[in-house]
Protein backbone atom coordinates (compact mmCIF):
# COMPACT_ATOMS: atom_id res chain seq x y z
CA UNK A 1 0.00 0.00 0.00
CA UNK A 2 1.53 3.49 -0.63
CA UNK A 3 1.73 5.50 2.27
CA UNK A 4 0.91 9.41 2.82
CA UNK A 5 4.48 9.80 3.90
CA UNK A 6 5.86 8.29 0.43
CA UNK A 7 3.70 10.30 -1.52
CA UNK A 8 5.50 13.03 0.67
CA UNK A 9 8.67 12.26 0.00
CA UNK A 10 8.28 11.32 -3.54
CA UNK A 11 6.77 15.04 -4.33
CA UNK A 12 9.82 16.54 -2.30
CA UNK A 13 11.71 13.83 -4.95
CA UNK A 14 10.47 15.03 -7.95
CA UNK A 15 9.87 18.77 -7.43
CA UNK A 16 13.08 19.46 -5.60
CA UNK A 17 10.24 21.85 -1.99
CA UNK A 18 10.37 20.77 1.11
CA UNK A 19 7.24 19.40 2.59
CA UNK A 20 5.48 22.04 4.48
CA UNK A 21 2.84 20.42 6.12
CA UNK A 22 0.15 17.04 6.07
CA UNK A 23 -1.37 19.31 2.92
CA UNK A 24 1.10 18.34 0.52
CA UNK A 25 0.43 14.74 -0.12
CA UNK A 26 0.32 13.30 -3.36
CA UNK A 27 -3.03 15.24 -4.90
CA UNK A 28 -1.06 19.14 -4.19
CA UNK A 29 0.88 17.95 -7.58
CA UNK A 30 -1.67 15.58 -9.12
CA UNK A 31 -4.99 16.94 -8.45
CA UNK A 32 -3.42 20.18 -10.99
CA UNK A 33 -2.31 17.41 -13.39
CA UNK A 34 -5.59 17.09 -15.50
CA UNK A 35 -7.65 14.45 -16.37
CA UNK A 36 -4.27 12.77 -17.25
CA UNK A 37 -2.94 13.58 -13.76
CA UNK A 38 0.35 14.58 -14.72
CA UNK A 39 1.84 17.16 -13.03
CA UNK A 40 4.51 18.52 -15.58
CA UNK A 41 2.67 18.44 -18.37
CA UNK A 42 3.18 22.02 -20.45
CA UNK A 43 -0.70 20.62 -22.13
CA UNK A 44 -2.15 21.59 -18.68
CA UNK A 45 0.44 24.96 -17.96
CA UNK A 46 2.62 22.11 -15.42
CA UNK A 47 -0.25 22.95 -13.13
CA UNK A 48 1.28 20.45 -10.62
CA UNK A 49 5.27 21.95 -10.64
CA UNK A 50 3.98 25.59 -10.90
CA UNK A 51 2.08 25.04 -6.93
CA UNK A 52 5.72 25.45 -6.09
CA UNK A 53 7.16 26.71 -8.70
CA UNK A 54 5.49 29.59 -9.06
CA UNK A 55 5.41 31.83 -12.49
CA UNK A 56 7.49 29.20 -14.04
CA UNK A 57 4.62 28.29 -16.08
CA UNK A 58 5.23 31.08 -18.73
CA UNK A 59 8.08 29.05 -20.33
CA UNK A 60 5.05 27.26 -21.79
CA UNK A 61 4.15 30.90 -23.58
CA UNK A 62 7.65 31.47 -25.57
CA UNK A 63 9.96 30.52 -27.96
CA UNK A 64 10.52 26.88 -26.65
CA UNK A 65 7.18 26.08 -26.44
CA UNK A 66 5.45 28.00 -28.69
CA UNK A 67 7.93 28.12 -31.64
CA UNK A 68 6.14 31.25 -32.95
CA UNK A 69 9.44 32.31 -34.97
CA UNK A 70 9.58 29.46 -36.82
CA UNK A 71 5.88 28.27 -37.83
CA UNK A 72 5.66 31.67 -39.39
CA UNK A 73 8.66 30.82 -41.27
CA UNK A 74 7.34 27.73 -42.44
CA UNK A 75 4.12 29.44 -43.32
CA UNK A 76 5.35 31.65 -45.62
CA UNK A 77 7.95 29.24 -47.09
CA UNK A 78 7.56 25.97 -47.56
CA UNK A 79 4.14 25.99 -46.40
CA UNK A 80 3.11 27.93 -49.79
CA UNK A 81 3.50 24.42 -51.32
CA UNK A 82 2.58 21.91 -48.48
CA UNK A 83 0.67 22.93 -45.80
CA UNK A 84 1.27 20.35 -43.61
CA UNK A 85 5.28 20.50 -44.34
CA UNK A 86 5.32 21.47 -40.49
CA UNK A 87 3.89 18.64 -39.55
CA UNK A 88 5.80 16.56 -41.14
CA UNK A 89 8.73 18.04 -40.90
CA UNK A 90 9.19 20.20 -38.01
CA UNK A 91 7.55 19.39 -34.75
CA UNK A 92 9.74 17.10 -32.87
CA UNK A 93 11.72 19.67 -30.87
CA UNK A 94 9.40 21.80 -28.76
CA UNK A 95 8.47 21.74 -24.82
CA UNK A 96 6.06 19.61 -23.95
CA UNK A 97 6.84 20.02 -20.11
CA UNK A 98 8.80 20.24 -17.40
CA UNK A 99 10.67 16.61 -17.26
CA UNK A 100 11.63 17.09 -21.27
CA UNK A 101 14.27 19.23 -19.29
CA UNK A 102 14.40 18.48 -15.80
CA UNK A 103 13.77 15.04 -16.13
CA UNK A 104 17.39 13.77 -16.82
CA UNK A 105 17.98 12.16 -13.18
CA UNK A 106 14.60 12.72 -11.08
CA UNK A 107 14.22 16.55 -11.12
CA UNK A 108 17.29 17.34 -11.86
CA UNK A 109 18.78 20.78 -13.47
CA UNK A 110 19.78 20.14 -16.84
CA UNK A 111 23.08 19.60 -18.15
CA UNK A 112 24.48 20.99 -21.57
CA UNK A 113 23.84 17.21 -22.82
CA UNK A 114 19.89 17.59 -22.12
CA UNK A 115 20.04 21.16 -23.56
CA UNK A 116 21.51 19.86 -26.86
CA UNK A 117 18.94 17.00 -27.42
CA UNK A 118 17.06 20.11 -29.10
CA UNK A 119 19.71 22.61 -29.71
CA UNK A 120 21.54 20.66 -32.27
CA UNK A 121 23.02 20.41 -35.31
CA UNK A 122 22.95 23.55 -37.37
CA UNK A 123 20.95 25.37 -34.38
CA UNK A 124 23.09 26.49 -31.03
CA UNK A 125 23.78 24.49 -29.01
CA UNK A 126 26.30 22.00 -30.57
CA UNK A 127 28.25 24.86 -31.28
CA UNK A 128 28.86 25.02 -27.70
CA UNK A 129 30.80 22.00 -27.26
CA UNK A 130 33.03 22.26 -30.34
CA UNK A 131 30.25 20.24 -32.66
CA UNK A 132 29.40 21.41 -36.46
CA UNK A 133 27.08 19.14 -38.54
CA UNK A 134 28.27 17.14 -41.09
CA UNK A 135 27.19 17.27 -45.22
CA UNK A 136 23.96 15.55 -45.57
CA UNK A 137 25.26 12.79 -48.12
CA UNK A 138 24.90 9.30 -45.77
CA UNK A 139 29.02 8.78 -47.17
CA UNK A 140 30.08 11.66 -44.17
CA UNK A 141 27.83 10.21 -41.73
CA UNK A 142 30.87 8.89 -39.42
CA UNK A 143 32.69 8.99 -36.00
CA UNK A 144 31.27 9.57 -32.72
CA UNK A 145 27.30 9.07 -32.21
CA UNK A 146 25.89 10.94 -29.94
CA UNK A 147 21.88 10.77 -29.33
CA UNK A 148 22.06 9.30 -33.16
CA UNK A 149 23.83 12.04 -35.03
CA UNK A 150 27.08 12.42 -36.15
CA UNK A 151 29.42 15.58 -36.35
CA UNK A 152 32.28 17.42 -37.34
CA UNK A 153 34.78 18.26 -34.09
CA UNK A 154 36.00 21.77 -33.62
CA UNK A 155 37.03 24.15 -31.26
CA UNK A 156 34.79 24.21 -28.02
CA UNK A 157 33.56 27.25 -26.25
CA UNK A 158 35.90 28.43 -23.84
CA UNK A 159 32.97 28.37 -21.19
CA UNK A 160 32.35 25.02 -22.18
CA UNK A 161 35.76 23.96 -21.59
CA UNK A 162 36.22 25.41 -18.15
CA UNK A 163 32.93 23.36 -17.21
CA UNK A 164 30.28 26.08 -17.43
CA UNK A 165 26.65 24.83 -18.08
CA UNK A 166 23.96 26.31 -20.12
CA UNK A 167 21.48 27.40 -17.24
CA UNK A 168 24.87 29.43 -16.15
CA UNK A 169 23.38 32.21 -18.52
CA UNK A 170 20.30 31.47 -19.65
CA UNK A 171 18.25 30.65 -16.07
CA UNK A 172 15.26 29.72 -15.66
CA UNK A 173 13.56 32.88 -14.91
CA UNK A 174 14.94 34.22 -17.51
CA UNK A 175 13.45 31.58 -19.73
CA UNK A 176 9.85 32.06 -18.09
CA UNK A 177 9.76 35.49 -19.06
CA UNK A 178 10.88 35.37 -21.93
CA UNK A 179 14.03 36.56 -22.26
CA UNK A 180 17.03 34.77 -24.17
CA UNK A 181 19.55 35.14 -21.26
CA UNK A 182 19.91 36.15 -17.93
CA UNK A 183 23.75 37.50 -18.14
CA UNK A 184 25.51 39.50 -20.84
CA UNK A 185 29.47 39.47 -21.38
CA UNK A 186 30.00 42.46 -19.40
CA UNK A 187 28.52 41.24 -16.09
CA UNK A 188 31.44 38.88 -15.92
CA UNK A 189 33.76 40.26 -17.99
CA UNK A 190 34.71 44.09 -17.62
CA UNK A 191 37.13 45.22 -20.78
CA UNK A 192 40.96 45.76 -20.62
CA UNK A 193 41.08 48.72 -22.31
CA UNK A 194 44.68 47.96 -22.57
CA UNK A 195 44.09 45.46 -25.33
CA UNK A 196 44.14 47.20 -28.46
CA UNK A 197 40.79 46.17 -30.10
CA UNK A 198 39.24 47.49 -26.46
CA UNK A 199 41.02 50.73 -26.82
CA UNK A 200 39.54 51.93 -29.88
CA UNK A 201 36.12 53.21 -28.50
CA UNK A 202 33.95 52.77 -31.68
CA UNK A 203 34.67 48.45 -31.09
CA UNK A 204 33.19 48.98 -27.53
CA UNK A 205 30.12 51.40 -28.25
CA UNK A 206 29.06 49.30 -31.82
CA UNK A 207 30.47 46.02 -31.82
CA UNK A 208 28.99 43.14 -29.62
CA UNK A 209 31.31 41.36 -27.56
CA UNK A 210 30.71 37.84 -30.05
CA UNK A 211 31.49 39.55 -33.18
CA UNK A 212 35.20 39.17 -32.97
CA UNK A 213 35.23 36.59 -30.28
CA UNK A 214 33.09 34.40 -31.63
CA UNK A 215 36.29 31.98 -33.01
CA UNK A 216 33.80 30.21 -36.08
CA UNK A 217 30.23 29.29 -36.67
CA UNK A 218 28.18 26.89 -38.73
CA UNK A 219 26.34 28.16 -41.97
CA UNK A 220 24.51 26.61 -44.07
CA UNK A 221 23.72 27.90 -47.57
CA UNK A 222 21.00 27.26 -49.61
CA UNK A 223 19.07 24.75 -47.77
CA UNK A 224 16.80 22.03 -50.03
CA UNK A 225 13.68 20.16 -48.99
CA UNK A 226 12.83 17.33 -51.96
CA UNK A 227 9.22 16.36 -51.52
CA UNK A 228 8.82 12.72 -52.75
CA UNK A 229 5.54 11.50 -53.44
CA UNK A 230 6.84 7.83 -54.42
CA UNK A 231 9.16 6.83 -51.32
CA UNK A 232 10.98 4.39 -53.55
CA UNK A 233 12.39 6.96 -55.11
CA UNK A 234 14.19 8.43 -52.48
CA UNK A 235 17.10 5.67 -52.47
CA UNK A 236 18.78 7.23 -55.12
CA UNK A 237 19.65 10.49 -53.50
CA UNK A 238 21.65 8.76 -50.41
CA UNK A 239 20.85 11.68 -48.13
CA UNK A 240 20.61 11.19 -44.33
CA UNK A 241 16.85 10.39 -43.49
CA UNK A 242 14.91 12.90 -41.49
CA UNK A 243 11.56 12.87 -39.62
CA UNK A 244 9.09 12.57 -42.81
CA UNK A 245 9.09 9.81 -44.86
CA UNK A 246 8.24 12.49 -47.48
CA UNK A 247 10.84 14.38 -47.66
CA UNK A 248 14.71 14.52 -47.65
CA UNK A 249 16.67 17.39 -46.73
CA UNK A 250 20.48 18.50 -48.13
CA UNK A 251 22.72 22.04 -48.21
CA UNK A 252 24.16 23.72 -51.15
CA UNK A 253 27.38 24.03 -49.00
CA UNK A 254 27.91 24.21 -45.44
CA UNK A 255 30.70 26.14 -43.50
CA UNK A 256 32.78 26.55 -39.97
CA UNK A 257 34.72 29.38 -40.03
CA UNK A 258 34.07 32.79 -39.42
CA UNK A 259 30.55 34.49 -39.63
CA UNK A 260 29.02 36.89 -41.91
CA UNK A 261 28.36 39.75 -40.12
CA UNK A 262 25.22 42.86 -40.13
CA UNK A 263 23.01 44.84 -37.57
CA UNK A 264 21.31 43.00 -35.16
CA UNK A 265 18.09 44.68 -33.17
CA UNK A 266 19.73 46.84 -31.04
CA UNK A 267 22.04 48.52 -33.74
CA UNK A 268 25.28 46.68 -33.16
CA UNK A 269 27.42 44.59 -35.34
CA UNK A 270 26.71 40.74 -34.82
CA UNK A 271 27.11 37.45 -36.54
CA UNK A 272 24.42 36.44 -38.77
CA UNK A 273 23.68 33.81 -40.39
CA UNK A 274 21.02 32.13 -43.05
CA UNK A 275 17.71 31.07 -41.16
CA UNK A 276 17.24 30.14 -44.16
CA UNK A 277 18.03 30.31 -47.74
CA UNK A 278 15.33 27.65 -48.49
CA UNK A 279 14.48 25.72 -51.68
CA UNK A 280 11.84 23.28 -52.80
CA UNK A 281 11.83 21.06 -55.05
CA UNK A 282 8.71 18.45 -56.19
CA UNK A 283 10.54 15.43 -57.14
CA UNK A 284 7.31 14.19 -58.71
CA UNK A 285 6.48 17.62 -61.02
CA UNK A 286 10.24 17.85 -62.02
CA UNK A 287 10.16 14.65 -63.44
CA UNK A 288 7.82 15.71 -65.62
CA UNK A 289 10.00 19.00 -66.57
CA UNK A 290 8.40 20.91 -63.91
CA UNK A 291 10.48 23.54 -61.70
CA UNK A 292 13.53 22.42 -59.86
CA UNK A 293 15.24 24.12 -56.36
CA UNK A 294 12.20 26.93 -56.49
CA UNK A 295 13.12 29.81 -53.92
CA UNK A 296 11.42 30.23 -51.38
CA UNK A 297 12.93 32.47 -48.91
CA UNK A 298 16.55 34.15 -48.29
CA UNK A 299 16.44 35.14 -44.70
CA UNK A 300 18.95 35.77 -42.37
CA UNK A 301 19.25 35.99 -38.32
CA UNK A 302 21.73 38.04 -35.99
CA UNK A 303 22.56 35.69 -33.36
CA UNK A 304 25.34 34.29 -31.25
CA UNK A 305 27.53 31.36 -31.97
CA UNK A 306 29.00 30.08 -28.79
CA UNK A 307 32.07 29.18 -29.89
CA UNK A 308 33.98 32.54 -27.62
CA UNK A 309 37.37 32.66 -27.45
CA UNK A 310 40.12 34.89 -26.01
CA UNK A 311 41.84 35.73 -28.73
CA UNK A 312 40.34 37.52 -32.00
CA UNK A 313 40.44 38.03 -35.81
CA UNK A 314 42.89 40.66 -37.29
CA UNK A 315 42.21 43.70 -38.23
CA UNK A 316 41.66 42.70 -42.01
CA UNK A 317 39.41 39.73 -41.13
CA UNK A 318 36.61 42.65 -40.98
CA UNK A 319 38.04 45.92 -42.32
CA UNK A 320 39.23 44.53 -45.44
CA UNK A 321 36.45 41.62 -46.05
CA UNK A 322 33.32 42.84 -48.05
CA UNK A 323 31.92 39.42 -48.58
CA UNK A 324 31.81 39.51 -44.54
CA UNK A 325 29.20 41.61 -44.89
CA UNK A 326 27.51 40.44 -47.93
CA UNK A 327 28.94 42.99 -50.28
CA UNK A 328 31.09 40.56 -51.80
CA UNK A 329 32.39 42.27 -55.46
CA UNK A 330 31.58 40.10 -59.06
CA UNK A 331 35.56 39.45 -59.11
CA UNK A 332 35.95 37.10 -56.06
CA UNK A 333 32.88 35.17 -56.85
CA UNK A 334 33.77 32.12 -57.02
CA UNK A 335 30.21 30.39 -57.27
CA UNK A 336 27.97 31.14 -59.90
CA UNK A 337 24.47 30.46 -58.21
CA UNK A 338 22.28 31.88 -61.24
CA UNK A 339 24.27 29.42 -63.83
CA UNK A 340 23.26 27.04 -61.34
CA UNK A 341 19.06 28.13 -61.98
CA UNK A 342 19.51 29.59 -58.11
CA UNK A 343 17.66 32.43 -57.89
CA UNK A 344 20.26 34.49 -55.98
CA UNK A 345 23.71 36.19 -57.69
CA UNK A 346 25.57 35.28 -54.73
CA UNK A 347 24.98 34.15 -51.12
CA UNK A 348 27.09 36.92 -49.57
CA UNK A 349 25.48 39.67 -51.56
CA UNK A 350 22.57 41.42 -50.08
CA UNK A 351 20.96 41.86 -53.15
CA UNK A 352 17.57 39.94 -52.73
CA UNK A 353 18.02 38.66 -49.37
CA UNK A 354 16.94 40.18 -45.84
CA UNK A 355 17.42 40.29 -42.54
CA UNK A 356 14.58 39.16 -39.93
CA UNK A 357 15.67 40.48 -36.73
CA UNK A 358 17.65 43.48 -37.83
CA UNK A 359 19.76 44.37 -41.51
CA UNK A 360 22.38 43.95 -43.30
CA UNK A 361 25.22 46.84 -42.82
CA UNK A 362 24.82 49.79 -46.07
CA UNK A 363 27.55 49.64 -48.42
CA UNK A 364 27.98 53.62 -47.52
CA UNK A 365 29.07 52.43 -43.79
CA UNK A 366 31.59 49.82 -44.68
CA UNK A 367 33.21 52.09 -46.99
CA UNK A 368 34.00 54.42 -44.19
CA UNK A 369 35.16 51.69 -41.46
CA UNK A 370 37.15 49.96 -44.49
CA UNK A 371 39.10 53.43 -45.36
CA UNK A 372 42.55 53.32 -44.64
CA UNK A 373 42.80 56.52 -42.29
CA UNK A 374 45.74 57.71 -40.46
CA UNK A 375 43.98 56.20 -37.09
CA UNK A 376 43.57 52.78 -38.97
CA UNK A 377 47.13 52.81 -39.99
CA UNK A 378 48.42 53.56 -36.47
CA UNK A 379 46.53 50.78 -34.74
CA UNK A 380 47.22 48.07 -37.89
CA UNK A 381 50.95 48.39 -37.27
CA UNK A 382 50.37 48.15 -33.41
CA UNK A 383 48.27 44.83 -34.01
CA UNK A 384 51.45 43.25 -35.69
CA UNK A 385 54.10 44.83 -33.68
CA UNK A 386 52.32 42.62 -30.66
CA UNK A 387 52.33 39.78 -32.79
CA UNK A 388 56.33 40.32 -33.26
CA UNK A 389 56.98 40.35 -29.82
CA UNK A 390 55.12 36.86 -29.16
CA UNK A 391 57.46 35.76 -32.04
CA UNK A 392 60.29 37.22 -30.11
CA UNK A 393 59.36 35.21 -26.63
Keep these: MVTLSFCVLLLAMLTGCTPRGAENNCSSCHRQGGSAGIPAAGSNRAGGCAVCHQGYERIFDHAMG?????????QRSYGRFDSGFWDKNCSSC??????????????SKPSVAVCQKCHNGYFTGWDYSGRAPREDNMRYQRGIVVDGSTFLKMLPDVHYSAGMTCGACHSMKSLAEGKKTSKGCIDCHKPDLNILEHSIPAHLERLECYACHSAWAPQEYGTFFLRF???????DFDLKTGPSP???RSAYLKKQDSPPLGINSGGKVSPIRPMFIA?????MTAKNEGT??????A???????????????TCEGCHDNPARFLLEPELRRIYNLEKDGMGLESFWLQKGQRVSNGSFMDAARYLRMSSKSP?????????WETFLKRIEK
Design 66 to 74: QRGGEKQFV
Design 94 to 107: HLKGCLDCHGETES
Design 229 to 235: RDPRMKY
Design 246 to 248: EYL
Design 279 to 283: YYTDI
Design 292 to 297: ENTLLA
Design 299 to 313: EWRAYFPHTVQRGVV
Design 375 to 383: AYIKAYVKK
